[in-house]
Nanobody, 129 residues
Framework: QVQLVESGGGSVQAGGSLRLSCTAS??????????MGWFRQAPGKERERVAT????????DYADSVKGRFTISQDNAKNELYLQKSNLKPEDTAMYYC????????????????????WGKGTLVTISS
């Protein structure tokens, strides 16, 4: 059974940094996932994509709102995904989710939450001004 578990959330002041981790179990994501991603949902808002990594190539893609501030990375040996966040802003406050896509097909589906097959339960990040 595939499970994704996020950790590393918390409360920090604006301008600070935080690193989120996502541990995958039940599958070796480097072999079976097409892509992994981080998404977030702020109170009263729709869930949005933050960052994507294509598992095989390591190519990354970011939402414009986090470019230059967030970095997505993976450790295949540990079966883990990370999101390094710096220069945090109050508008980064949200529940952050890790997701994986294992289905073949149009890789552009990796850029949409509807294209992801597995989800973690999320970790809360709160940024104070």
């Amino acid at each position: 059974q595939v499970q994704l578990v996020e950790s590393g959330g918390g409360s920090v002041q604006a301008g600070g940094s935080l690193r989120l981790s996502c541990t995958a179990s039940g599958f070796t994501y480097s072999r079976y996932s097409i892509c992994m991603g981080w998404f977030r949902q702020a109170p009263g808002k729709e869930r949005e994509r933050v960052a994507t990594i294509y598992t095989g190539s390591g190519v990354t893609d970011y939402a414009d709102s986090v470019k230059g501030r967030f970095t997505i990375s993976q450790d295949n040996a540990k079966n883990e995904l990370y999101l390094q966040k710096s220069n945090l802003k109050p508008e980064d406050t949200a529940m952050y989710y890790c997701a994986a896509r294992t289905s073949y097909g149009d890789i552009r589906r990796c850029l949409s939450d509807s294209g992801m097959d597995y989800w973690g339960k999320g970790t809360l990040v709160t940024i104070s001004s």
